[in-house]
């Protein structure tokens, strides 16, 4: 059984003093059910996760970061190692999300080393996956994500593979208002359910979390999260208000 996993990249948003409330605000509201019925985690900006780690001491709440960094140590100026990230605790770290392949350039195959390095560090990467428009109306969205899954996972064994929770997020829904219909949600998780089934095994492919994320909303989230294949959501904008994210993680329950 999947258990319902709701996560909140709050990207390059909050400060010192909002971060803190904000997490506040979510621990307050989700105590009854993060943990417990649905997994719950927080992405803030590096800046701010130790003092949002410090608010989250007592919840069960997870953190998360939104990148990394494939070497371990050394001169890699402005980079973020995994024990870097384990060390202030972290679980989870985003590799490969569509703002850092389309607006910063990441290749699949820098994302392939960030996902092994994460596993290899103790963390689980959340591999982010999704077709920009213009592939959409192409018909190109199976060949996108099946090369975007198949080289993140490159020269992962199946044990690897199991400590990643990928992340369909079409690129055009993403931050635009324009939220993938339930039904196209499911038709491309499906596909990427069944993909993992053929690169590793049935029991990898029934037990990997598949998350959605695009302009996921309290208003939609119960409905997309209703689909067979979406076990969760990967939550941008709508993660900045505890009580619009509140509401999101009470309707996984
Ligand atoms: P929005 O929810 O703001 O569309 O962002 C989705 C996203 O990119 C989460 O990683």
Known sequence: MRKPFVAGNWKMNTNSHSSVELVNGIVSGSSEVAGEKVHV????????????????????IALGAQDIYYEQ????????????????????????????????????????????????????????VGELIEERKASK?????????????????????SAVTIAYEPVWAIGTGLTATPQQAQETQALIRKLLGEIYDSELAGETRILYGGSAKANNAAELMGQEDVDGLLVGG???????????????V
């Open 238 to 252: 709508a993660s900045l208000q505890a009580d619009d994210f509140v509401a999101i993680i009470q309707a996984a």
């Open 141 to 161: 969205t199976e060949e996108v994500v099946t090369r975007q899954i198949k080289k993140g996972l490159a020269g992962l064994s199946a044990e690897k593979a």
């Open 73 to 128: 140590k050394g001169a890699f100026t402005g980079e973020i190692s995994a024990s870097m990230l384990k060390d202030i605790g972290c679980t989870y770290v985003l590799c490969g999300h569509s703002e850092r392949r389309h607006v910063i350039g990441e290749t699949d195959e820098l994302v392939n080393k960030k996902v092994t390095a994460a596993i290899a560090g103790g963390l689980l990467p959340i591999l982010c």
């Open 41 to 60: 985690a927080v992405i803030p900006p590096f800046v701010y996760l130790q003092c949002v780690a410090k608010a989250l001491s007592t919840a069960s």
